[in-house]
């Protein structure tokens, strides 16, 4: 069973992972730890519950569509709410997240209602294989698999690609990407499409294992926050490794010491590691002169 | 001549007198007109529990279909009926707007027991009858409330027995939420278990917002229960049963009636609810009961065509049947000590739920449940007559 218990905290693990990387890429551009991220995914995940319901299109059409959707949707965030800040502070940006998150809950809340519903995904939730004694749900590899993906393509995309040198570049030093030639505001609006994208399919792992429903982010929000901040809020690859050491120290808690204490276990375990090491488990410490 | 005008004075005073205390009577009991009588009701419309709206707007049908009829006595009735989001502080607010504004003779239902609890004592200081959603369980009693929904504990201890005694089952757990409903439904179903010599063979919370119960269906696995009783909410049950199907979880599942609107848990679950034996405190939405009929009647004239005719529906419907009972017992000299007393007589009455008897010293007055299989494509059927503790 230990193994069962593992594999299972994998699987959760990388839907928290891939939440983690979404803030991450985020705060790495901005400092901005951005609240609306879970609420951004869930709008995405609804988009796609539309094309396949109400429009009847097969999961191919409606996936690309929605992660086309959801890149719009993260650049306008960042173009129509972020950047029309006067003299920003940081706290106040947060602030401007937590208001849009409230702007699209009430949107979703408005236009689909409260009620639970099943995502048409073309996966089931409980179709699985067994290897020996070992159950592995096929929702659940899907979601390991494309976690894995994505965090590739996300490795390639910031090594290999001039876009993602520029992000990187934006990253370390915004004024001297700027006089290097970098639109730098374009950057932060891709950065924003691209976390949303990243969101959005953590959205649609999570939802055919629950339901569809405004508040199914809620909680994969709070748990990828407390990995990104447990693997280092600068560390694309720390978020990745706080999400599934969340999910994994979260299982084994909860199957074998106790279930009372399961959700809160996540947030103990940030701050044991913050008092060990305060910047996170691979994010370097940095000093910024004032 | 002289003495006519101190006649018509005289008999205009008289006149005055009589009127005024005839209007008085209905003027100076709150929430009660001369040609209406204003019942309050507060339900989440939107926010987390929005689905237990329908609670409310099942009230609302069944005023209108009784105003169609021609009122209560010459009186009609005027629903209003708030959305506080499932939140007691606007539970609090919203009460006391209606009750110090247009005033309220008495409450029905009230979704949520916070927001019941948020309330109670206002209720109280305001003598406002309440016919309570929530049950004597949570809350506190008073001469002006009225428990409808049967307690928890007497609801899980009718289960336990018939899983026991009917079913057969020797091996059964418990997955509960961990407050004061997941361990009302715990306390009693332990009780039960006792008087036949057996322990739950494990016992596992969860809490209301968890999406990922992993770790309980890995334990319910490992106990390898021949039942399983869930005492959750519906979020927490269509998880769970999808997460333990994947792991291949065998058993028979056992729900109380909070989670009875069948064809709304058999669609999120994707057929996986079809053969869960459960409580009902109302008859079956589906069923040919006249009265059952007679509603879904005036849910297709009076609710909107987007609405689902289900089990929430007629429980709104079901809180209300006595308290219009008492209304058209009490005629048209309506006071809150007289309608109170009225509802302290009924004895057996019987709408949609089961049996209601209340008295000055036990308001708790359905105490009874039958119990009903999921059947495919979200139909149900009824297993037993009505079954008390």
Same mark, same amino acid.
């Given at each position: 069973?230990?193994?069962?218990?593992?594999?299972?905290?994998?699987?959760?693990?990388?839907?928290?992972?891939?939440?983690?990387?979404?803030?991450?890429?985020?705060?790495?551009?901005?400092?901005?730890?951005?609240?609306?991220?879970?609420?951004?995914?869930?709008?995405?995940?609804?988009?796609?519950?539309?094309?396949?319901?109400?429009?009847?299109?097969?999961?191919?059409?409606?996936?690309?569509?929605?992660?086309?959707?959801?890149?719009?949707?993260?650049?306008?965030?960042?173009?129509?709410?972020?950047?029309?800040?006067?003299?920003?502070?940081?706290?106040?940006?947060?602030?401007?997240?937590?208001?849009?998150?409230?702007?699209?809950?009430?949107?979703?809340?408005?236009?689909?209602?409260?009620?639970?519903?099943?995502?048409?995904?073309?996966?089931?939730?409980?179709?699985?294989?067994?290897?020996?004694?070992?159950?592995?749900?096929?929702?659940?590899?899907?979601?390991?698999?494309?976690?894995?993906?994505?965090?590739?393509?996300?490795?390639?995309?910031?090594?290999?690609?001039?876009?993602?040198?520029?992000?990187?570049?934006?990253?370390?030093?915004?004024?001297?990407?700027?006089?290097?030639?970098?639109?730098?505001?374009?950057?932060?609006?891709?950065?924003?499409?691209?976390?949303?994208?990243?969101?959005?399919?953590?959205?649609?792992?999570?939802?055919? !294992?629950?339901?569809?429903?405004?508040?199914?982010?809620?909680?994969?929000?709070?748990?990828?926050?407390?990995?990104?901040?447990?693997?280092?809020?600068?560390?694309?690859?720390?978020?990745?490794?706080?999400?599934?050491?969340?999910?994994?120290?979260?299982?084994?808690?909860?199957?074998?010491?106790?279930?009372?204490?399961?959700?809160?276990?996540?947030?103990?375990?940030?701050?044991?590691?913050?008092?060990?090491?305060?910047?996170?488990?691979?994010?370097?410490?940095?000093?910024?002169?004032? | 001549?002289?003495?006519?005008?101190?006649?018509?004075?005289?008999?205009?005073?008289?006149?005055?007198?009589?009127?005024?205390?005839?209007?008085?009577?209905?003027?100076?009991?709150?929430?009660?007109?001369?040609?209406?009588?204003?019942?309050?009701?507060? !339900?989440?419309?939107?926010?987390?529990?929005?689905?237990?709206?329908?609670?409310?707007?099942?009230?609302?049908?069944?005023?209108?279909?009784?105003?169609?009829?021609?009122?209560?006595?010459?009186?009609?009735?005027?629903?209003?009926?708030?959305?506080?989001?499932?939140?007691?502080?606007?539970?609090?607010?919203?009460?006391?707007?209606?009750?110090?504004?247009?005033?309220?003779?008495?409450?029905?239902?009230?979704?949520?027991?916070?927001?019941?609890?948020?309330?109670?004592?206002?209720?109280?200081?305001?003598?406002?009858?309440?016919?309570?959603?929530?049950?004597?369980?949570?809350?506190?009693?008073?001469?002006?409330?009225?428990?409808?929904?049967?307690?928890?504990?007497?609801?899980?201890?009718?289960?336990?027995?018939?899983?026991?005694?009917?079913?057969?089952?020797?091996?059964?757990?418990?997955?509960?939420?961990?407050?004061?409903?997941?361990?009302?439904?715990?306390?009693?179903?332990?009780?039960?278990?006792?008087?036949?010599?057996?322990?739950?063979?494990?016992?596992?919370?969860?809490?209301?917002?968890?999406?990922?119960?992993?770790?309980?269906?890995?334990?319910?696995?490992?106990?390898?229960?021949?039942?399983?009783?869930?005492?959750?909410?519906?979020?927490?049950?269509?998880?769970?049963?999808?997460?333990?199907?994947?792991?291949?979880?065998?058993?028979?599942?056992?729900?109380?009636?909070?989670?009875?609107?069948?064809?709304?848990?058999?669609?999120?679950?994707?057929?996986?609810?079809?053969?869960?034996?459960?409580?009902?405190?109302?008859?079956?939405?589906?069923?040919?009961?006249?009265?059952?009929?007679?509603?879904?009647?005036?849910?297709?004239?009076?609710?909107?065509?987007?609405?689902?005719?289900?089990?929430?529906?007629?429980?709104?419907?079901?809180?209300?049947?006595?308290?219009?009972?008492?209304?058209?017992?009490?005629?048209?000299?309506?006071?809150?000590?007289?309608?109170?007393?009225?509802?302290?007589?009924?004895?057996?009455?019987?709408?949609?739920?089961?049996?209601?008897?209340?008295?000055?010293?036990?308001?708790?007055?359905?105490?009874?449940?039958?119990?009903?299989?999921?059947?495919?494509?979200?139909?149900?059927?009824?297993?037993?007559?009505?079954?008390?503790?």
């Amino acid at each position: 069973m230990f193994l069962q218990v593992v594999i299972g905290g994998i699987a959760v693990g990388s839907a928290y992972a891939l939440m983690a990387l979404a803030m991450v890429i985020i705060y790495k551009t901005s400092e901005v730890l951005n609240f609306a991220q879970g609420d951004m995914a869930m709008l995405s995940a609804y988009v796609t519950f539309m094309m396949l319901s109400g429009y009847g299109l097969p999961f191919p059409v409606a996936f690309p569509l929605t992660m086309l959707f959801a890149i719009i949707l993260g650049m306008s965030c960042e173009f129509l709410f972020l950047r029309r800040a006067k003299e920003p502070t940081v706290l106040g940006m947060i602030i401007m997240t937590l208001s849009l998150e409230m702007i699209i809950f009430g949107l979703v809340s408005w236009k689909w209602g409260s009620d639970q519903r099943t995502l048409p995904f073309p996966i089931s939730s409980y179709d699985a294989y067994t290897v020996g004694d070992l159950i592995i749900s096929k929702l659940e590899l899907v979601t390991f698999v494309t976690a894995l993906l994505m965090m590739l393509m996300l490795f390639l995309f910031f090594r290999y690609t001039k876009v993602g040198i520029a992000v990187k570049a934006t990253q370390l030093n915004k004024d001297a990407a700027r006089l290097m030639g970098i639109r730098t505001n374009r950057i932060l609006m891709g950065t924003w499409g691209l976390a949303s994208v990243v969101g959005a399919t953590a959205a649609l792992l999570i939802a055919p !294992a629950s339901t569809l429903d405004p508040y199914m982010m809620w909680d994969p929000l709070l748990k990828g926050f407390s990995s990104a901040v447990l693997g280092g809020m600068t560390s694309l690859p720390g978020a990745a490794i706080g999400g599934y050491i969340v999910g994994i120290v979260e299982n084994l808690f909860g199957t074998y010491v106790s279930i009372e204490f399961k959700s809160v276990v996540a947030f103990a375990l940030i701050v044991i590691i913050l008092c060990i090491k305060p910047s996170g488990l691979l994010a370097r410490h940095y000093v910024k002169k004032v | 001549m002289k003495g006519k005008p101190a006649r018509i004075i005289g008999l205009t005073a008289i006149l005055s007198i009589v009127l005024g205390g005839a209007i008085g009577w209905a003027a100076d009991v709150q929430g009660v007109s001369d040609t209406e009588i204003r019942i309050g009701a507060w !339900a989440p419309q939107t926010g987390p529990a929005a689905p237990w709206g329908a609670v409310s707007r099942g009230t609302d049908v069944y005023f209108k279909m009784i105003n169609a009829e021609g009122g209560i006595h010459g009186r009609k009735i005027k629903f209003l009926s708030f959305d506080d989001q499932y939140n007691p502080a606007k539970t609090k607010a919203g009460v006391k707007e209606i009750v110090e504004g247009p005033g309220v003779f008495a409450f029905v239902a009230g979704t949520g027991t916070a927001c019941g609890l948020a309330v109670r004592d206002y209720l109280v200081d305001h003598g406002v009858i309440w016919i309570a959603l929530p049950n004597g369980w949570a809350v506190k009693g008073d001469k002006h409330f009225f428990f409808l929904y049967p307690e928890y504990p007497d609801e899980a201890a009718i289960l336990v027995k018939y899983a026991v005694e009917k079913m057969g089952k020797k091996k059964i757990a418990f997955f509960y939420q961990n407050d004061d409903y997941g361990k009302g439904g715990l306390k009693g179903a332990r009780e039960e278990l006792k008087k036949h010599n057996m322990k739950f063979a494990v016992e596992i919370p969860c809490e209301a917002q968890d999406r990922d119960l992993k770790s309980q269906a890995i334990k319910l696995k490992m106990a390898k229960p021949d039942a399983v009783i869930m005492w959750v909410n519906p979020l927490s049950a269509i998880i769970m049963r999808k997460t333990a199907a994947a792991l291949k979880v065998e058993t028979q599942w056992i729900a109380p009636s909070t989670l009875a609107d069948t064809p709304f848990m058999n669609k999120v679950t994707d057929g996986l609810w079809e053969g869960t034996v459960y409580s009902c405190i109302a008859e079956l939405a589906e069923s040919g009961n006249p009265l059952v009929k007679k509603y879904k009647a005036a849910f297709d004239k009076y609710a909107p065509k987007s609405e689902r005719w289900s089990f929430l529906y007629l429980a709104g419907i079901g809180f209300a049947e006595p308290l219009v009972e008492a209304l058209k017992r009490v005629g048209r000299d309506v006071t809150t000590e007289k309608v109170i007393a009225e509802l302290d007589k009924m004895k057996n009455f019987k709408g949609i739920f089961g049996h209601i008897t209340f008295s000055p010293e036990d308001r708790q007055g359905q105490k009874e449940v039958f119990i009903a299989e999921a059947l495919k494509g979200g139909k149900s059927k009824q297993l037993t007559g009505w079954i008390k503790r």
